[in-house]
């Protein structure tokens, strides 16, 4: 889920940098530090899209940089579990696709990748479906639901779990491929048992007929 948070930070700005258009020196400064950089609370800090204020500057000993406080904006990113993403698949491998989702890459599991026994074609990189027709490969652009998060401490440290076998899910041109096979199934002629009842006890032989 993307969001856009404000923050309060102390911005130090070398004596080079100094001039007129402060915000655009603080950005840049600000941009550097935080963008890329993964909080588990709040998820990655995809950009910094603002610098709302810039306080007065203060001096520190030794030190020739200035330091301002600072409120600015930042857009982050944070995976939530069952959440609906789109992303664009990056990798195919024996054992799953790697979809970009948003800045961070999540993987989808070759059990999670359709309902359908699924051959992998290691050659052109493909996963496609034994039955139902269905295929995947890199580039294609998909809707899945997160089912894992696991966020630890940098982006190429963190996992991310997605399936994609629910009704809807996958390619777009998957739903097609689903609506046919249900409609197969609803209209397949369901086979009757004949219900036979007890069967009527044999006469003895011998036995007299009043």
């Known amino acids: 889920m993307f969001s856009i948070?404000?923050?309060?930070?102390?911005?130090?700005?070398?004596?080079?940098?100094?001039?007129?258009?402060m915000?655009?020196?603080?950005?840049?400064?600000?941009?550097?530090?935080?963008?890329g950089v993964l909080d588990e609370e709040i998820g990655v800090v995809v950009a910094i899209t603002g610098v709302e204020k810039i306080g007065e500057g203060k001096i520190v000993p030794g030190d020739p940089g200035i330091y301002?406080?600072?409120?600015?904006?930042?857009?982050?990113?944070?995976?939530?579990?069952?959440?609906?993403?789109?992303?664009?698949?990056?990798?195919?491998?024996?054992?799953?696709?790697?979809?970009?989702?948003g800045p961070m890459e999540a993987l989808t599991h070759v059990s999670q990748v359709m309902d359908d026994y699924i051959n992998f074609d290691g050659k052109n990189q493909v996963l496609s479906g034994k039955e139902s027709g269905k295929k995947l490969k890199t580039e294609d652009t998909v809707l899945a639901r997160i089912v894992t998060v696991s966020l630890r401490g940098t982006v190429s440290g963190s996992k991310i779990g997605l399936t994609m076998r629910q009704f809807g899910l996958?390619?777009?041109?998957?739903?097609?491929?689903?609506?046919?096979?249900?409609d197969k199934k609803v209209k397949a002629p369901q086979k009757q048992e004949k219900i036979i009842g007890p069967k009527a006890p044999k006469e003895s032989r011998g036995a007299s007929r009043k």
């Open 23 to 35: 915000k655009k020196t603080v950005k840049k400064n600000l941009q550097k530090e935080y963008e």
């Open 5 to 21: 948070h404000t923050f309060n930070d102390t911005v130090r700005v070398a004596p080079n940098q100094l001039s007129n258009e």
């Open 68 to 101: 301002y406080s600072v409120d600015f904006n930042a857009l982050t990113y944070k995976p939530e579990i069952q959440e609906v993403v789109e992303g664009m698949v990056s990798q195919i491998t024996e054992f799953g696709a790697f979809v970009k989702i």
């Open 170 to 182: 996958g390619k777009k041109e998957w739903k097609k491929l689903d609506e046919k096979t249900r």
